[in-house]
């Protein structure tokens, strides 16, 4: 049986906050899957979580280009990376994002792409918007398999 949690913010600033506050919760877990059109606050959140780990929220881009961007935080090495644009599962070998699973967090956005597997400890998190500032975020752990297309 898998543990869901639901969070509504309001602002950037809030989903910023959300990320940074409850970093014990995300850095639980091997990978965080993130999951949600253009615009939901993807990167917002992990310029938060890195933040709350103790990096420079300053260093994060969304990786879209590089693929994956690493972040050096005092309590644990985080890997982000956006398979916006890995439309396939040979262009996803390339990444190598399996190397990062366990001795980093690893962070993806447009996780819904991936099609190589996910560790056990895995949490996805679904982004929604309104069209305006208000985000929710719904958190299920260990349900990799959702995400397969």
Same mark, same amino acid.
């Given at each position: 049986? *898998?543990?869901?949690? +639901?969070? $509504?913010?309001? *602002?950037?600033?809030? $989903?910023?906050?959300?990320a940074?506050?409850?970093? +014990?919760?995300w850095?639980?877990? $091997?990978?965080?899957?993130l999951?949600?059109?253009?615009?939901?606050?993807?990167t917002?959140?992990?310029?938060?979580?890195? !933040?709350?780990?103790?990096? @420079?929220?300053? !260093?994060?881009?969304?990786?879209?280009? $590089?693929?994956? +961007?690493q972040y &050096? @935080?005092?309590?644990?090495?985080?890997?982000?990376?956006?398979?916006?644009?890995?439309?396939?599962?040979? *262009?996803?070998? /390339?990444?190598?994002? =399996?190397?990062?699973?366990?001795? &980093?967090?690893?962070?993806? =956005?447009?996780?819904?792409?991936?099609?190589?597997?996910?560790?056990?400890?895995?949490? /996805?998190? /679904?982004? &929604?918007h309104?069209?305006? &500032? *208000?985000?929710?975020?719904?958190? !299920?752990? +260990?349900?990799p398999?959702?995400?397969?297309?």
């Amino acid at each position: 049986m *898998s543990k869901k949690k +639901n969070w $509504t913010t309001e *602002s950037e600033a809030e $989903t910023r906050a959300l990320a940074r506050d409850n970093k +014990n919760y995300w850095n639980s877990f $091997t990978a965080i899957a993130l999951v949600g059109p253009l615009g939901a606050g993807k990167t917002t959140f992990v310029k938060g979580l890195v !933040e709350g780990l103790g990096g @420079c929220p300053r !260093e994060v881009r969304s990786p879209t280009f $590089t693929l994956v +961007n690493q972040y &050096s @935080c005092p309590e644990v090495k985080v890997a982000h990376a956006d398979l916006y644009r890995l439309d396939s599962r040979e *262009s996803q070998l /390339t990444v190598g994002l =399996e190397d990062y699973f366990g001795d &980093s967090l690893v962070v993806v =956005e447009w996780a819904d792409r991936w099609e190589l597997g996910w560790p056990e400890k895995t949490l /996805t998190v /679904t982004f &929604s918007h309104d069209g305006r &500032s *208000s985000r929710m975020l719904a958190a !299920e752990e +260990n349900q990799p398999d959702a995400l397969s297309n």
